[in-house]
């Protein structure tokens, strides 16, 4: 039997039925530009506060038996110490999540035998650092808080921690919203307790929205609880942030709970459903909202959240207050995940539900957390269904990037394998040449994710016998491609490459299809190049057209109209583009246009062919700026039921 997360379903019928797709990105930083405040700690235009990957508190949850995955993790500090960076080595926090897998896992492919599946469960971990030996999770027949309900943000008070949780309807929308209490023995919940009051008024149903409140819980200074909820527009399946608030002490009296109407607070409910209490749009449906006491935005509120639902864009908005106003979203990471399992999902590995976990984090950072799912399908591994982290660095605006420069290869080594302790490939460039970087694809980049290169060291020497110098180190790599460009250039005749951690998994064989040297080259730069693409069919061989030396993409189904989407990272001006066709004649596309995007929904036409036979399309465009192109094939080939075949799309700047 499948089973699929609620998450999966929250983004409603009416959105998917456009062709709203995943859309995927390396986990380079990207951002769109903010609303700048008129204070000292306004952003530099276009830069976000930097962002960084929480590794260690993604192996937390990285694990081979009983609790295996799940969604929601919210985490409720158990003292009621909510502030940045509050807990203690000896605190307790909990960590509620929602659907949760049951089973065991090979450890080398990381595939899991599931043998239970539950809506929610709980974690209890003693301490502020993410040591699984301090770490237990509650996994009961039932579900933690109850079986056939999902679970939304915590808060411990005195010795109760409250929730809420809520059931669907056959649509898999709250039919209602229960309040539930867990008593706190020594200072850890006694799940055999759980107390539940059912539809306690958190929830409004119309013919044009749902509001649901409980989905981020934050105390403030002036002594009230501030309960977050979004409004869910049917008939786009937009998220909108609402609020409500209660005294601390009164948090289990929904009596007394307020609700923002955009001017006042009320006691009735559904102001909540007017547009004016709308606080931010394009949230996800589960969020965070911090109080920052340091950094760049001291005094502020951060909302936190995933723009659209599920997208790959983790985004922040500052607020003067706990409800704002807030500013514009600001876009401070991309998760990598659709892309580094776009092989192994067919292109249906999706990310949702970013928020912050206060009392986990530090003075300067704050810990986000997001999930990773399979679209409409189980996933097939371990790699899919658990949580990732990352800090957002409260003092530091993030690094512009580069552009992207002209390159060749001068070496390059394919399909290579090794077994034994750090085995080492290295390249001979037959001559002194001046390096401007190297190129890894790992086993990942055709499908194989488990065994991507997970820990290891680029050197450069003279000579065989050395001495070799250091010139790049990377831990924790989940990136299918590895392409690095070095700070300064770096002269050489040998480039070694040394693998300190073969695989994601326990699997000892080092696996790697190219390790490549590379220097500038002159000529214009191909923006394209080696990012992720997408494509509604054939799409485990889609980014075949951004990769120079890989094969023809083919769609066999022949359908029309059918896409490639590629995902530049960040926002890039185009001014020419080439397209590389099956060239036979006959079989060369057709008819096509080249489309951008900003939030890879809505596209724009920026250029139509009709009627092509040539074996290379190369058209000159007016210049645009976009971070998404698609190529929209209307009619394949000559004959419109062949399939259709593109070798290559390269995207040029303006010369």
Not at 57 to 74: E, M, V
Not at 120 to 147: C, E, K, Q
Not at 184 to 206: F, H, K, M, Q, S
Not at 378 to 389: M, N, S
Request: aromatic residues 10%; charged residues 20%; hydrophobic residues 35%.
């Amino acid at each position: 039997m499948t089973t699929v997360s609620r998450r999966t379903f929250l983004r409603t019928n009416a959105a998917l039925a456009t062709g709203l797709g995943v859309s995927a990105a390396l986990p380079a930083q990207s951002w769109s530009s903010p609303t700048t405040p008129s204070s000292p700690t306004s952003s530099p235009v276009g830069r976000p506060l930097r962002a960084t990957r929480a590794d260690d508190w993604t192996q937390l949850f990285d694990r081979r038996s009983g609790w295996i995955g799940a969604d929601g993790i919210y985490s409720v500090p158990l003292d009621g110490r909510d502030g940045l960076g509050a807990a203690t080595p000896g605190s307790r926090t909990a960590f509620i999540f929602s659907d949760t897998r049951i089973g065991t896992v090979d450890p080398q492919t990381l595939t899991y035998d599931q043998t239970g599946f539950i809506n929610n469960s709980s974690a209890v971990l003693v301490g502020n650092r993410p040591d699984p030996a301090h770490a237990t999770f509650v996994i009961p027949d039932g579900g933690a808080f109850g079986n056939g309900f999902w679970m939304n943000d915590g808060i411990a008070i005195g010795d109760t921690l409250y929730a809420t949780g809520f059931a669907p309807d056959s649509n898999w929308n709250a039919a209602r919203v229960d309040l539930i209490a867990v008593p706190l023995v020594d200072g850890t919940p006694d799940y055999t307790a759980v107390r539940r009051t059912e539809d306690v008024g958190l929830l409004v149903r119309d013919e044009t929205f749902i509001v649901m409140f409980g989905v981020g819980i934050t105390p403030a200074a002036d002594g009230y609880v501030y309960v977050y909820g979004y409004r869910n527009r049917l008939s786009n399946g937009q998220k909108d942030l609402v609020a409500a608030r209660v005294r601390r002490d009164s948090f289990a009296d929904i009596s007394t709970w307020r609700f923002w109407s955009g001017t006042s607070w009320s006691p009735d409910v559904t102001v909540s459903v007017q547009d004016a209490a709308v606080l931010h749009p394009d949230v996800s449906t589960e969020l965070s909202v911090t109080p920052i006491p340091t950094g760049r935005y001291a005094g502020k509120y951060l909302l936190v959240y995933l723009r659209n639902v599920n997208s790959t864009g983790l985004e922040y908005a500052v607020g003067s207050s706990p409800v704002g106003p807030f500013s514009d979203g600001v876009r401070f990471y991309n998760c990598p995940e659709p892309y580094v399992y776009e092989s192994q999902t067919e292109g249906g590995t999706y990310c949702y539900n970013a928020k912050a976990h206060p009392s986990l984090s530090s003075d300067g950072r704050l810990l986000i957390s997001y999930n990773v799912n399979r679209l409409g399908a189980d996933p097939l591994t371990t790699e899919i269904y658990r949580p990732r982290f990352v800090w957002l660095d409260l003092r530091q605006w993030a690094d512009v990037p580069d552009v992207p420069r002209a390159s060749s290869d001068v070496a390059a080594v394919r399909d290579w394998t090794a077994v034994g302790a750090r085995p080492r490939l290295v390249l001979d460039l037959e001559g002194r040449r001046v390096l401007s970087g190297y190129r890894i694809k790992h086993a990942g980049y055709e499908g194989a994710s488990a065994f991507t290169t997970r820990d290891f060291t680029v050197e450069a020497a003279s000579s065989t016998r050395g001495p070799w110098r250091r010139v790049d180190v990377v831990t924790g790599n989940i990136e299918n491609l590895t392409d690095h460009r070095f700070e300064r250039p770096v002269p050489a005749r040998y480039l070694r490459l040394t693998v300190d951690r073969p695989t994601q998994s326990d699997d000892q064989t080092a696996r790697v299809l190219e390790f490549a040297a590379v220097v500038d080259a002159s000529g214009v730069p191909d923006l394209a190049q080696y990012r992720p693409v997408l494509a509604d069919a054939a799409n485990s061989t889609a980014h075949y057209v951004t990769d120079p030396s890989a094969g023809l993409w083919e769609n066999a189904s022949g359908h029309a109209p059918t896409w490639l989407s590629v995902d530049l990272g960040v926002d890039r001006t185009i001014g020419s583009y080439i397209v590389e066709h099956a060239g036979v004649p006959d079989l060369n596309t057709r008819d096509f246009q080249l489309q951008s995007s900003t939030n890879n929904k809505q596209w724009t036409t920026q250029d139509t062919v009709t009627n092509n036979t040539s074996p290379t399309t190369t058209r000159p465009v007016v210049p645009f700026t976009a971070r998404y192109i698609r190529l929209l094939i209307t009619t394949p080939a000559t004959t419109p039921t062949q399939p259709t075949r593109i070798k290559s799309l390269t995207l040029h700047p303006p010369t």
